[in-house]
């Protein structure tokens, strides 16, 4: 019995060891013929390289190494012959030649990016001189796309440094511009009931303001001296009473608080609106009543400590609105 085992075991032994040397040899092969082909791909792609730096092109022209039709040219097993040579070397100079362009512009970005960021530190200067409430701020990231701004900033392929002369020039225009885009948008945000969206910015007003009278655009941007006009920041707490602003406040809170954020958070809540045409109601005013006709401030007779002083209107509609959804919850809950 324990011969017979012995046996098993020494063939087995034996079989184990002949798997092991063929797989060693297949892997041998297998191996010898990858470093074949890749000294074959090698060698085609030095004789490329050469011929073209041959032709007066040097290796920094060369597309990146990982670049695939690059590669596909290059890294061939068939040698290079000269009939090969004559069908890839239009396609090489091509390659270079699209590198090339890519890189220049890519460096044209980089300039660009430089000089707004040089707009966007003369424009935060520029607007700590700016005195009047009614002007509406863009954003510093906002300023340096507006038209007149990427005009300035992409002249002469952004070669040239914008100086505080070069800003002074076109910071004017800019800022009409986006006035009066912007005046439009937050309008029809605000118009009641909203003739086609009340988003802010799935709007396009342009083609719109073109067709319209001065007289018809001008009634359009009533809707934005209304007291009922009051615009949420909804990336801030909705309960919190500084969410809320008459319009020319809400690009001012932006530029303050959300310096860098690509879109604007600006929508306009019902209910704050619903408050605010109550309290006019109370006051014996119509709804459509200006913010800057309402000249008396106001006392809320709850007589909470802090609202005991007469308070600004939009102040007070938000002391009101949150005293709404208090009494709402307390009725709610048993
Ligand atoms: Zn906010
Ligand atoms: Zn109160």
């Known amino acids: 019995m324990d011969k017979y085992k012995k046996e098993r075991q020494e063939s087995a032994t034996a079989m184990l060891q002949h798997g092991k040397s063929v797989h060693d040899w297949e892997a041998r092969i297998r191996d010898e013929e990858l470093a074949e082909g890749g000294r074959a791909r090698n060698k085609r792609k030095e004789s490329i390289e050469r011929k073209l ?24 097993p068939r040698e290079l012959s000269s009939r090969i040579w004559k069908q890839i070397q239009p396609k090489l100079v ?9 890189k220049v512009w890519a460096e044209r970005g980089v300039r660009i990016d430089l000089r707004r ?24 990231v906002e300023f340096t796309y507006l038209p007149e701004v990427t005009a300035l900033v992409s002249r002469d392929d952004g070669l040239i440094e914008v100086t505080q002369e ?16 912007e005046r439009a948008k937050l309008a ?4 009641e009931p909203a003739p086609r969206c009340t988003d802010y910015d799935s709007s396009d007003e342009d083609d719109d303001t ?7 655009i001008a009634c359009d941007l009533e809707v934005l001296n209304r007291a009922t006009s009051i615009l949420t920041c909804y990336r801030c707490s909705l309960s919190s009473p500084t969410s809320y602003f008459p319009f020319t406040g809400i690009t001012r809170h932006i530029l303050k608080f959300h310096p860098d954020s690509s879109y604007k958070a600006i929508s306009r809540e019902k209910a704050v609106i619903g408050t605010a045409s109550a309290v006019l109601e ?4 119509p709804s459509s009543t200006r913010y800057s006709d309402i000249s008396r401030k106001i006392v809320c007779l709850c007589g909470k400590p802090d609202f005991q002083q007469p308070a600004e209107f939009s102040e007070l509609i938000m002391h009101i609105f949150r005293e709404n959804i208090w009494y709402i919850q307390a009725l709610r809950s048993p």
């Open 117 to 140: 960021q040089e707009v966007r530190t003369l424009y935060q200067l520029y607007i700590e001189d700016i005195e009047d409430d009614e002007v509406l701020l863009p954003g510093s």
């Open 210 to 216: 073109i067709s319209r009278t001065p007289m018809e």
């Open 188 to 191: 029809n945000l605000l118009r």
């Open 53 to 76: 730096i041959d032709m007066g092109y040097q290796a920094s022209d060369f597309p990146p190494k990982y670049d695939y039709n690059w590669r596909r040219l290059l890294e061939q």
């Open 94 to 102: 091509a390659a270079i030649a699209l590198e090339k362009e890519q």
């Open 166 to 181: 070069r800003f002074m020039d076109v910071v004017a225009e800019a800022m009409t511009t986006f006035n009066i885009s």
């Open 282 to 285: 109370m006051l014996g005013l």
